[in-house]
């Protein structure tokens, strides 16, 4: 996460080598992502049968149990087997979607995630197009005035905001707006249910989740977006575009930004791990009933099958939006095209 | 003495280390100017949630604590985690970084490998499931911060090893009939080390916040006063919708302003030992 401040920047993952094909280029990349996936799946069964903790005290810590209860538990989580054959149980219920069975909400885990993604995309889509349109548009105004008071104010602000926590952010919004939003929940349950009324109380519910989401999370944007543009500042082709006459408005939207923009838009999706976090703690806050409010409910419990089902749906999500940035970022930047 | 003269120049740099010498002096003395007694709940003297007054220049809690000794005692896990924290992920960072930078070949890739994994993972989820199937306290939260969140400065130390490497006199060394210890230990790491301690200075930041959430999140050490659980404790008592901003706002305003003064250490150390970076 430190390395988004440190304007050291290493030059983006994603160039292919010269004369590497397109064709090789994403299948490395596809073959990369499905290694990560791979280690996402293995990690996920490590973590929840193979640590030193013994899953069945995790989830039954400071409750009274009987033997046969602990036994009873132990059959209906498969722990009572060897771990290769955990293992490969675990692999075949993966295979054919099945991901165990909640033990607070007795239903599937696959089926309770099936439920919260909707509202996690919601959230997260909006707050994350937000953030970015802030973050680039604040970043490319300071770089291109740069040390001007604008600079020094939007930057101050931009890292105070990166400094303080999720959560406090939105505590202190649903503290200081007193009532005005809702403090929790998607709608509520008296409101129409035709489309208009159940769009605008979600909507209304929104706001000071997005608000959040989006105060914690534009920061990285503008700060790895005010770098990028500085350094592309002292490029050749602004003297020349100066020198044919464009305006300074011009050269900076028609020849700066686009180049500042491709290392940006890489590094954002490099980051997309951030989102996820800042969702878990928002959703938490406000109850949103998303995936975040889902993990922040197993790790509770602790409900380990859903913890479990949550830690694989997240991680593998944020890989497969990395592997999609890499074939993007491919397409958008015609100088690893034409190499 | 020359480098420090260049520090000095930075003016955020020097209110960021100005405030963290202030903040870990009142955590070191916090046992020494207040009375511990003050942290038990069955012996606290206040209302519940009265605010500031003469007595509770930052109001009580929901038990009739002082908010004030709260936040100076909580400065002393969030500090001690997160530092510890930063320890163990930059020394992995390192060791990861430099086998992977100096050696090279297919155990590099693999290691890098496994780097990039764990770089594009959600550390706050890595960091949730481990502390929930470990027990809890302050040595688990340490663990599931340090071991999620040592890519980057891997990542950053493989670069500047070999930038490093690249250079005549590691060459002349291996020359000489150094082996690869020597090399590493007398001629790569000092040329990583400086780079290595700004990482460490705006690293602490963030395991201060990761810190928080957990503990904000319940998965920290129950028997401890720390920002996050404090905040934990705000939210679950209902002095958020009770509108008492006395025990919101110092908490919060403690963990921002620490990071802050750690990421203002840092970035002005990073522009002195990179001169890359200097402002014209």
Redesign the interface.
């Known amino acids: 996460?430190?390395?988004v401040?440190?304007?050291?920047g290493?030059p983006p993952?994603a160039r292919a080598r010269r004369g590497g094909g397109a064709a090789r280029y994403a299948l490395n990349k596809v073959g990369?992502a499905l290694?990560?996936v791979a280690?996402?799946v293995v990690?996920g069964f490590l973590?929840?049968r193979a640590?030193?903790?013994d899953?069945v005290q995790?989830m039954t810590r400071g409750r009274p149990v009987s033997a046969e209860q602990i036994a009873e538990l132990q059959a209906r989580l498969g722990l009572d087997r060897p771990l290769p054959e955990q293992f490969l149980r675990y692999l075949g219920g993966l295979l054919r979607g099945d991901l165990g069975v909640s033990y607070t909400f007795n239903v599937p885990v696959t089926q309770k995630i099936g439920e919260r993604i909707g509202p996690t995309l919601l959230l997260v889509g909006v707050g994350t197009v937000l953030a970015v349109a802030l973050g680039l548009w604040l970043g490319a105004r300071s770089a291109w005035r740069r040390?001007s008071r604008f600079d020094k104010a939007a930057t101050g602000i931009a890292?105070?905001l990166?400094?303080?926590?999720?959560?406090?952010?939105g505590?202190?919004l649903?503290?200081a707006t007193?009532?005005l939003f809702p403090?929790g929940g998607i709608t509520y349950p008296d409101t129409p249910p035709d489309f208009l009324s159940q769009a605008l109380d979600t909507a209304h519910h929104m706001v000071l989740p997005v608000l959040t989401l989006v105060a914690v999370v534009y920061a990285q944007y503008q700060l790895v977006m005010r770098s990028s543009l500085v350094e592309e500042m002292t490029a050749d082709h602004l003297l020349t575009a100066r020198a044919k006459g464009l305006r300074d408005d011009q050269v900076r939207r028609r020849h700066a930004v686009p180049n500042a923009l491709l290392p940006t838009v890489t590094l954002v999706f490099?980051h997309?791990?951030?989102v996820?976090?800042g969702a878990?703690?928002v959703e938490?806050?406000f109850s949103w009933p998303g995936l975040g409010l889902l993990?922040?409910e197993a790790?509770?419990g602790?409900d380990?099958p859903l913890?479990?089902g949550?830690?694989i749906v997240?991680?593998g999500a944020?890989?497969v939006m990395?592997l999609a940035a890499d074939l993007l970022y491919r397409v958008l930047d015609p100088r690893v095209r034409a190499s | 003495m020359s480098a420090w003269r260049e520090y000095t120049r930075h003016r955020t740099g020097l209110v960021g280390l100005g405030a963290l010498v202030l903040i870990v002096a009142l955590a070191v003395l916090a046992p020494l100017i207040t009375d511990p007694q003050g942290l038990e709940v069955t012996k606290a003297t206040g209302g519940r949630l009265e605010p500031p007054s003469g007595q509770f220049w930052l109001g009580t809690d929901e038990n009739g604590r002082s908010v004030l000794l709260l936040t100076l005692w909580g400065a002393r896990v969030s500090l001690l985690v997160g530092l510890s924290a930063t320890l163990l992920s930059i020394s992995i960072g390192t060791v990861v970084g430099l086998v992977a930078g100096h050696f090279g070949g297919l155990a590099a890739a693999a290691l890098m490998r496994v780097t990039d994994f764990f770089l594009v993972l959600p550390s706050l989820v890595l960091a949730i499931a481990l502390s929930t199937v470990l027990d809890r306290g302050v040595g688990t939260i340490v663990l599931a911060i340090g071991l999620t969140s040592w890519p980057s400065a891997a990542r950053l130390v493989r670069a500047q090893t070999l930038t490093v490497s690249a250079r005549p006199y590691i060459e002349r060394s291996r020359a000489l009939g150094g082996g690869h210890l020597h090399v590493i230990g007398r001629h790569v790491l000092p040329g990583v080390l400086p780079l290595v301690f700004v990482n460490t200075t705006l690293a602490v930041g963030t395991a201060i916040v990761a810190e928080s959430t957990l503990s904000f999140l319940g998965l920290g050490d129950p028997t401890e006063v720390s920002w996050g659980a404090m905040l934990r404790a705000a939210s679950g008592s209902g002095a958020v919708t009770a509108g008492a901003w006395w025990y919101l706002v110092p908490p919060g305003l403690a963990i921002a302003g620490v990071v802050l003064a750690f990421t203002l250490c840092g970035r002005a150390l990073e522009s002195v030992l990179n001169p890359r970076l200097r402002e014209p």
């Open positions: 996460m430190s390395d401040l440190a304007p050291t290493e993952p990369g290694l990560s280690m996402i990690l973590l929840f640590l030193p903790g899953p995790t040390g890292l105070t990166w400094s303080a926590p999720t959560f406090w952010l505590l202190l649903l503290s007193g009532g403090s490099l997309l791990g951030l996820v976090s878990i703690t938490t806050v993990t922040y790790l509770r602790p380990l913890l479990q949550t830690f997240l991680a944020v890989v990395n």
